[in-house]
Nanobody, 119 residues
């Protein structure tokens, strides 16, 4: 079965960095649209970053600060987060989509990893 397991979240100060990892099994990340999506309590789900074999995509709020990448050999997806802000505080989820289209609906989700940015 498909599993997406996130790790790397934690407590970090404003301006700090974190690297999130998503270890996938049951699917090849190179054959799916892979994304990082975040949700803060009381807020709606927010697309953060996505990656396909063709390109990378970012929300306006994280452009220039976050970088999404894939390691095909490890079948994993990563999110490097720099210059973190309090508004980045959220649970971050790895998600996979089988097929084309936009970054709004997904077929598989990880359990999430919490990122908290404090000052």
């Amino acid at each position: 079965q498909v599993q997406l397991v996130e790790s790397g979240g934690g407590l970090v100060q404003v301006g700090g960095s974190l690297r999130l990892s998503c270890a996938a099994s049951g699917l090849a990340v190179s054959r799916y649209m892979m994304a990082w999506v975040r949700r803060a309590p009381g807020n709606e789900r927010e697309f953060v970053a996505g990656i396909t074999v063709h390109d990378k995509y970012y929300s306006e709020s994280v452009k220039g600060r976050f970088t999404i990448s894939i390691d095909n050999a490890k079948n994993s997806v990563y999110l490097q987060m720099n210059s973190l802000k309090p508004e980045d505080t959220a649970a971050y989820y790895c998600a996979a989509k089988d097929g084309g289209g936009g970054w709004t609906e997904y077929d598989y989700w990880g359990q999430g990893t919490q990122v908290t940015v404090s000052s």
